[in-house]
């Protein structure tokens, strides 16, 4: 069995594959502006380096966020067009959060943490289950003001972010909260989680914070 999987992270997109629940391709790759378009050829390129094709994975594992709106859709649509029509390959959708969430230290509650852009902050809230982090369901917008009164009341659970985005989450983060920076998230746990079926469904992306809109009128 081949899990592949796809996790867009703040400074770019992660690959990991997987045989039989070992790792044979733990890679990443810088992904901004037409760098996009290198992606295909990283992904087949590192495939062929293990003796491997497109049509040798047999399941798909995509991160669906939070993260970059462009970034998620891109590394959607691209899986989905190499899954449509191959009755044998399947693929879905696990929020990154979960990735991120395995370097926290052991607590029942994890927040993991990333820069909002704006002066604000993402909180995606995971539980451990039978060791690993799955998501509550919980998300939060926070700027500082708001991360006052919602970081008091979450005393029990440890925070994580990514090293990338550790000077931002500071700056919104009340003195007295501790955050974990994690320099390479466990991509692997993507592949690995059991709480989430294969649905050959991508379109259920993490936005905690929606698009966007302006009009030019």
Same mark, same amino acid.
């Given at each position: 069995?081949?899990?592949? /999987?796809?996790?867009?992270? #703040?400074?770019?997109? $992660? &690959? ?8 044979? @391709?733990? =890679? ?61 390959? /399947?693929?879905?959708?696990? #929020?990154?959060?979960? $990735? &991120? ?8 509650? @994890?927040? =993991? ?81 059991t709480s989430i079926a294969f649905d050959n469904d991508l379109t259920k992306l993490v936005y905690i914070r929606p698009a966007v809109y302006t009009n030019l009128k």
């Amino acid at each position: 069995m081949i899990c592949a /999987v796809l996790n867009p992270e #703040p400074d770019g997109i $992660a &690959l990991t594959v997987l045989k039989d629940d070992a790792v044979l @391709i733990d =890679a990443h790759t810088e992904m901004y502006g037409r760098e996009a378009a290198a992606l295909p050829g990283f992904i087949t390129g590192k495939l062929a380096g293990n003796a491997l094709l497109l049509d040798d994975v047999d399941q798909w594992s995509v991160g669906t966020g939070p993260g970059s709106f462009t970034a998620l859709r891109m590394v959607a649509a691209l899986v989905s067009g190499w899954c449509f029509g191959k009755k044998n390959v /399947v693929c879905r959708g696990v #929020p990154g959060a979960v $990735a &991120l969430g395995c370097g926290a230290p052991q607590s029942d509650r @994890i927040g =993991a943490l990333y820069d909002g852009r704006n002066h604000e902050l993402l909180y995606f809230g995971l539980k451990r289950e039978n060791g690993a982090a799955v998501p509550t369901g919980e998300t939060h917008v926070l700027n500082a003001t708001e991360a006052e009164t919602f970081f008091a009341d979450h005393k029990d659970e440890a925070f994580v972010c990514y090293k990338h985005d550790l000077e931002a989450v500071k700056a919104i983060l009340p003195p007295d909260v501790g955050v974990v920076p994690v320099e390479k998230a466990d991509t692997a746990a993507l592949a690995r989680n059991t709480s989430i079926a294969f649905d050959n469904d991508l379109t259920k992306l993490v936005y905690i914070r929606p698009a966007v809109y302006t009009n030019l009128k």
